[in-house]
């Protein structure tokens, strides 16, 4: 069955850093991998999709990545500001499924 | 991308009762997805409802607590049934769409909570 995990739960950092989420799953015949946005009670915006046969997606100052065969994704997000704070989760998608989902890293960017 | 409406944004309801929440994508989809995200927690799937087909279910999740209408290929209701406070939790629509029609979009969610 798979599992999706992320690391770390929480982080914090000052405005201006660059920042690295981490994704990994525990099966790598997976269909894609999607990186979405969740604000407090509200619904989840689509951030990057990265297909299976893709190693990166770049969507402005968000970069993710792929390593189908050891499992992992990484969401570099650069130059973070206030309005980044948010969760971010990552699913994966396989054959015959929905998206399975990580619980997500909730990240706090400081002024 | 797709864009999904989800009716009600939110709900306080009673024990025992039921609520009906409204999914309303602006194009047609094969496939629409129900997930619950408990407070706290990540996203579960409920079910996939297809049109013109009963809705399969994930383990854990039955028809007689959530049954699903699936009229067409732009709209799904999904029902909360005989409440308990464990329901309360945000329950999102989903679909999939994109170039490749194999990225999934979601609604607003709709927050419920039941006392």
């Known amino acids: 069955k798979q599992e999706v995990t992320q690391i770390p739960a929480a982080l914090s950092v000052p405005e201006g850093e660059n920042l690295v989420l981490n994704c990994s799953f525990t099966d790598s015949a997976i269909y894609n991998l999607q990186w979405f946005r969740q604000d407090p009670g509200k619904g989840l915006t689509s951030l990057l999709l990265?297909?299976?046969?893709?190693r990166e997606q770049t969507s402005g100052r968000l970069n993710a990545s792929l390593d189908k065969s050891s499992g992992r994704s990484t969401l570099y997000i650069a130059a973070s500001q206030p309005g980044d704070s948010a969760t971010y989760l990552c699913?994966?998608?396989?054959?015959?499924?929905?998206?399975?989902f990580g619980k997500g890293t909730t990240l706090s960017v400081s002024s | 991308s797709a864009v999904i409406s989800q009716k009600p944004s939110r709900d306080i309801c009673q024990r025992g009762t039921s609520l009906t929440i409204q999914c309303q994508v602006d194009s047609q989809v094969t496939m629409m997805f129900w997930y619950r995200q408990q407070p706290g927690q990540s996203l579960t799937l409920i079910a996939t409802a297809n049109q013109g087909s009963e809705a399969t279910y994930e383990s854990g999740f039955v028809i007689d607590k959530f049954p699903i209408s699936r009229p067409n290929l732009t709209f799904s209701t999904l029902t909360v049934s005989n409440m308990s406070p464990e329901d309360s939790s945000i329950y999102l629509c989903?679909?999939?769409?994109?170039?490749?029609?194999?990225?999934?979009?979601f609604g607003p969610g709709t927050r419920l909570t039941v006392l």
């Open positions: 699913a994966v998608t396989q054959a015959g499924t929905a998206l399975i």
């Open positions: 989903s679909v999939r769409g994109g170039v490749t029609y194999n990225e999934q979009f």
């Open positions: 990265i297909q299976s046969s893709q």
